[in-house]
């Protein structure tokens, strides 16, 4: 059974998409060990909470320095030994420490077709304002092995997202979600634990 550890700093809707997939059998060998979020507000905690899964916050802001804050979460997870950590909107940059540690055991999923549209800067909605102002008549999610670069590490899925006339970033991000991310992300989970990639 693969211990799977999700990190999320918002509302958790691939947390949700995550916990629905393992309860209809989409995900196979695997169960959500804990949640941690850097932010205390995150609604991703309720979900983990409704659904009697350890919900912790872990934030920045309580600690002196980031070394201390990496220092306490890189202990966090070596507590609860994860075989595989989900990025699932996260929105703390991974000290090198951790994903050196983690190699090979840790993915992110980011709304758009890597390369376009990633690395520092581009999270949430900004993604989708770039895609619309671009004019890109496709874009869509990928999921990928997290290195120590930002939205540079091994593709493991992509799923392409057609882009509508009249489309806003909000509506944008809807479609890309719901027809992309929640498909993929646990698909890429569901691979892993069954040593299917």
Known sequence: MLKV?????????NLQAILDSIGDGRIRNARVEAVI??????????????????????????????????????AKLDELQPDLIVLAGFLVVLP?????AYSGKIINIHPS??????????????????ALERGVKVTGATVHFVDEGTDTGPIILQKAVSVEP?????ILQKRVMEQAEWVILPKAIDMIANNEL
């Open 5 to 13: 550890v999700v990190l999320v700093s918002g509302g958790g809707t």
């Open 37 to 74: 979020s850097n932010n205390p507000g995150a609604y991703a905690l309720e979900r983990a909470k409704k659904a009697g899964i350890p919900a912790l916050c872990i934030s920045p802001k309580t600690f002196e320095n980031r070394e201390a804050f990496n220092r306490a979460f890189l």
């Open 96 to 100: 090198k420490e951790m994903t050196q």
């Open 113 to 130: 077709l890597i390369p376009s549209f990633c690395g520092k800067g581009f999270y949430g909605l900004k993604v989708h304002e770039a």
């Open 166 to 170: 009249g489309d806003t970033p909000e």
